[in-house]
């Protein structure tokens, strides 16, 4: 069997290994050595061979790495989820919300909330509100 099949083979389980890994980084070496199996293939010394695959993985890992990371790891807009979701919500206040000292409740979706003022003021019953923070339990609101 010819080297630059060995380099072939080398190539594609460390292609299957990435498969079940994260971060790109042994897709890189995959590469470096297809690189390996194309010098192979061209009757290169095994050092011309090491090295070809030292290299391109190398380039590899400095190009392609950071390339295959902005196509699938993309922030984009950020979701807000559990509790952070809550800010911006409308709500009703159903027990009068007495400034700072966190007595008052407000419902938001159908879901009773701990509520403050934001600006310490008293909220009355039945007042519109809206979420502009949390603090663990406790919704920081104000009228709308």
């Known amino acids: ?12 389980i460390l292609f ?3 498969m079940f890994t994260a971060g790109f980084a042994v ?9 390996a199996a194309i010098a192979a293939a061209t009757d290169a010394t095994l050092e011309i061979q090491l090295l070809t695959f ?10 392609v790495r950071p390339l295959l990371k902005r196509l699938f790891y993309r922030d984009g807009e950020k979701v807000a989820t559990n509790s952070s979701a809550m ?5 009703i206040v ?4 007495d400034g700072d000292d966190e007595s008052g409740r407000v419902i938001i979706e159908g ?34």
């Open 1 to 12: 069997m010819d080297i630059w099949l060995y380099w072939v083979i080398f190539a594609l």
């Open 16 to 18: 299957i290994i990435e």
């Open 27 to 35: 897709i890189c070496l995959s590469i470096g050595a297809g690189g």
């Open 54 to 63: 030292a290299i391109v993985s190398l380039v590899a890992l400095a190009g």
């Open 87 to 91: 800010v911006g919500k409308h709500g």
């Open 94 to 97: 159903c027990s009068d919300v």
């Open 111 to 144: 879901v009773d909330w701990r509520a403050k003022s934001l600006d310490g003021d008293t909220i009355p019953k039945g007042t519109r509100v809206v979420v502009v923070a949390i603090d663990s339990v406790v919704l920081t609101i104000k009228k709308l």
